[in-house]
């Protein structure tokens, strides 16, 4: 059953969304581009978010991830997966015999080596936001090059032409629907007057950032009345697909509550943050998930109604948590 489980691509996209999108983009420990937007707009240290994200970002990973397996368990067992969402593990037998067992065996170890160095260039260089995506990137193309070295031999500048060609147009095919689908999304923020017309007063920051603002101006101020509107307007403002461009506001409503509490400001910020980006980074919009969704070959929207559940059960449970550690 649990090897059924490892061969759904539904199951797999679900682990590539939670890990990728959910626990290592909230949490962002090593590009640190999240919690720097957040702890400038909270007016602290970058460190204090980080400390602060710990334990909230392992408590929401481990309560989503350990509900995810379980009600997909269960659909597998109810017969509720469709067998066209099985994968098909075969090997391409096209490029595969171009290396040998003990290149595979080299390369195995060869590049995550190579993604560690990253991460030790990346703390000792100080190495943050898009000097560190580049540095990936980097890594990625010489791996790739290197590859077609080996395999192609003679051929690999052409083979390397052709696999640039092929990356290109695979991610075209995946992003084409982001076009329409996230057009709705943008209606929420700065789309609406871009479209519509010029309907919002002046001081606006779009729709779903003002229904946050709103919502962070109305309610008492305590600590657990702080940490449920944090997540409620990290989560808000995450219903715009980016997840990034909320977390300003989530910092700055943190602060407001935290100088009105006296304490937790870095838990609070850190709380939005965790909320934004679970909900806009990629975890419940659909245009979000697309990559995961295309690389595995199920529907965006049939990940995203997969994950509702056991993020909303996620971001409950953390956010009670935050309520003990402010």
Known sequence: MFLLFLLLSIGVAMAMNLFGHGIALSGDFIIQGAPKLTADAAGIPVSDVI????????????????????????DVKKGNIPQSEAISIEENEVQSHLLTRRMKTTFAFLIPILFGLDVVAMYYFQLQGGDATALIGGTAIFILSLLS???????????????????????????????????????????????????????????????????????????????????GVGAITGLDGSGFSGISLVGSIAKLFATAIGTGIATLTALG?????????????????????????????ELARRNVVSVITGLIVTTIVAMFLI
């Not at 095919?173 to 007057?193: E, M, N, R, T």
């Not at 017309?197 to 001081?203: I, N």
């Not at 943050?273 to 929207?301: D, K, Y």
Request: glycine share 10%.
């Open 273 to 301: 943050q965790i909320a934004a980006i679970w909900v806009g980074g990629g975890t419940l919009v659909p245009w979000a998930l697309i990559p995961a969704a295309a690389i595995c070959g199920v529907s965006p929207f």
């Open 149 to 231: 070295v080996v395999a192609y031999k003679k051929k690999s500048l052409e083979q390397i032409t052709d696999l640039f060609i092929q990356g290109f147009q695979f991610g075209f095919k995946v992003f084409g629907p982001v076009i329409p689908i996230a057009a709705f999304f943008y209606l929420g923020d700065s789309g609406f007057q871009t479209i519509i017309g010029e309907f919002l007063p002046k001081q606006s920051h779009g729709i779903v950032n003002d229904l946050g603002v709103a919502l962070s101006s109305v309610v008492p101020l305590s600590k657990e009345v702080g940490a449920i509107t944090l997540t």
């Open 51 to 74: 400390s602060a994200s710990i334990p909230l970002v392992f408590i929401m990973g481990i309560v989503t991830v350990t509900t995810a397996f379980f009600l997909l368990r269960r």
